[in-house]
């Protein structure tokens, strides 16, 4: 009876602690904090509204995550379409593991706790207001990596959203506070983890831009409304003694696809290169996607080339058969490049443009093959007027296009 007893007694102790392990992380709001350099933390918040699904949220965007697996106590959470996972060990509060990037060899530590405390914590009140537009440099310094930048921000008290657009695309969408006189702004979209902090003075910024905790750059801004980039369908075009642009890539199924093919012939065609690792690339497809359901034509092709950092051919055509599943994409993507997204080795593959400057970059071919428009970079939702005004763009000249 004794040794019974005892064998009872062990038996519930399993049980109990095979329970307790494996209780799901509670639902609600939760803070996320990565952390990067100079002993900073990248803050982001999600909902967890059910065992396996998660949203993502910045400022005005939602990323819903659904492929969230549990073994033991352990975690295992991945982004609909990149490759970024994160892997730790959870309890019903709280969760501590890595955020992983297995093809860049990238690990960045994490912290998640259930908790409805704000992205940032603000110790003071605000005593600056940064709304407006900021002409904006980064690196200034080095000749190598100087690049500008607007600065697009709404402060309502302490709380402050916004984004900075490049030459080549957008920051995504920004959310943060003035603490003081001291600026904090984070996304996290599953790709890319952006910190930007920054003090203001006399209507200028001073600070630094942290991209996960592999990239540290600092840059300027001063307050100037009027300010705004160069034009984008200016920055990428034929070389001299280049009249026609062409591929020939295969796509996942190996068959290699032409723009000489037999399909392309006679109809307008728009080119994207791209790349499944890239926010606005994504953000850019799911336009084109959408555009195509409510636009279609016989007249009309699109085809994305898909330059790819995966190590190994089989993981950069599971990563595009990735996108086209999650996002339902129409058209076909080809793979150009694999094992870098090196945008010199872009060019190498595409030499009759002066340079790859940006993924995406969108090329415009009409009914006769002639090159039309070649336009660089892509302002998402996040941009707000200028999303709008690229748009509208875009469906006007399309639509001029195949008329013709």
Known sequence: MKYNHLFVSLLFLILVSCQESNEKPKLGEW???????DGKELPFQVTWVESEHWIIKNADERIDVIDIAYHGDSITVMHPVFEGVFKGVYTADKIEG??????LDRVVPFTMVHSEEP???VREGATQNVSGNWEMVFSEASEEDRYIAKGIFQ????????TIRTTTGDYRYLEG??????LRLSTFDGAHAFLFEAEVKDSVLYGNFYSGNH?????M??????YELPDENSLTYLKEGFDRFNFSFPNAEGQIISLSDARFQNKVVVVQIMGTWCPNCLEETQYYTQYLKEHPSSDLEFVSLAFEYAPTKEKAVKAIERLKTSVGVPYPILLAQYGTSSKQKANEKLPMLNHVLSYPTTIFIDKQGEVRKIHTGFNGKATGEKYKEFTKEF????AELLKE
């Open 119 to 121: 992205r940032f914590l």
């Open 221 to 226: 801004g001063r307050r100037n409304e009027n």
């Open 215 to 219: 990239w540290k750059e600092p840059f």
């Open 155 to 162: 402060q309502k008290g302490d709380k402050v959203i916004g």
């Open 395 to 398: 469906e006007g000249f399309l």
């Open 177 to 182: 506070v003035v603490d003081g006189d001291i």
């Open 98 to 103: 890595s955020f992983i990037k297995p093809s």
């Open 31 to 37: 803070r996320v904090a990565l952390e990067i350099q």
